[in-house]
T-cell receptor, first 112, second 116 residues
Framework: AQTVTQSQPEMSVQEAETVTLSCTYDTSESDYYLFWYKQPPSRQMILVIR??????QNATENRFSVNFQKAAKSFSLKISDSQLGDAAMYFCAFSGTYKYIFGTGTRLKVLA | DTGVSQDPRHKITKRGQNVTFRCDPISEHNRLYWYRQTLGQGPEFLTY????????KSRLLSDRFSAERPKGSFSTLEIQRTEQGDSAMYLC??????????????FGPGTRLTVL
């Protein structure tokens, strides 16, 4: 069975600084997808970034980028130039063909 | 199209009562998912539909839970004889089965259930 582990329950970052959120996963599949979702307080989850396992190049979306290490089964999220609006729960998710397996989340606080 | 919608947003019920939640997916999405999220945890998969066919049910989905997706459009999740342990946020998501956004799930705002 696949598992996703987020070992940082909470992280803090100063506004305009950079922060990295960690995620590791376990699977025997060779073809899969990895995602980072953001869940602001009392608001719905939105996709931050996705990575296809067959792609060696790390995905980037504006200030968000990932460090995908397939052999190590690691998928960390880097947020550059942090903004107050980045404060939220961040969930790492694994997907094979359809359903997601989520980690327990990391609460990100952004300090002004 | 404004995304995935869920109704109601909040539901308070007494133990033993039945409740039903509705999810309206993005119109062109043929895949629909239900997840349950308890406080401090990530969402846990409950069930999955492709069009009107329910293709997988998690072991978390006891006999008191039933989900339907008539005609492959909206979906309902019913919980019979609610228990306090059913208190959670119930999330619905939808996705395309193919295309550029394949496997990317779009989530609704959730229905928060409180069982007294």
């Amino acid at each position: 069975a696949q598992t996703v582990t987020q070992s940082q329950p909470e992280m803090s970052v100063q506004e305009a600084e950079t922060v990295t959120l960690s995620c590791t996963y376990d699977t025997s599949e060779s073809d899969y997808y990895l995602f980072w979702y953001k869940q602001p307080p009392s608001r719905q989850m939105i996709l931050v970034i996705r990575q296809e396992a067959y792609k060696q190049q790390n995905a980037t979306e504006n200030r968000f980028s990932v460090n995908f290490q397939k052999a190590a089964k690691s998928f960390s999220l880097k947020i550059s130039d942090s903004q107050l609006g980045d404060a939220a729960m961040y969930f790492c998710a694994f997907s094979g063909t359809y359903k997601y397996i989520f980690g327990t989340g990391t609460r990100l606080k952004v300090l002004a | 199209d404004t995304g995935v919608s869920q109704d109601p947003r909040h539901k308070i019920t007494k133990r033993g009562q039945n409740v039903t939640f509705r999810c309206d997916p993005i119109s062109e999405h043929n895949r629909l998912y239900w997840y349950r999220q308890t406080l401090g945890q990530g969402p846990e998969f409950l069930t999955y539909f492709q069009n009107e066919a329910q293709l997988e049910k998690s072991r978390l989905l006891s006999d008191r839970f039933s989900a339907e997706r008539p005609k492959g459009s909206f979906s309902t999740l019913e919980i019979q004889r609610t228990e306090q342990g059913d208190s959670a946020m119930y999330l619905c998501a939808s996705s395309q089965a193919q295309g550029v956004a394949y496997n990317e799930q779009f989530f609704g705002p959730g229905t928060r259930l409180t069982v007294l």
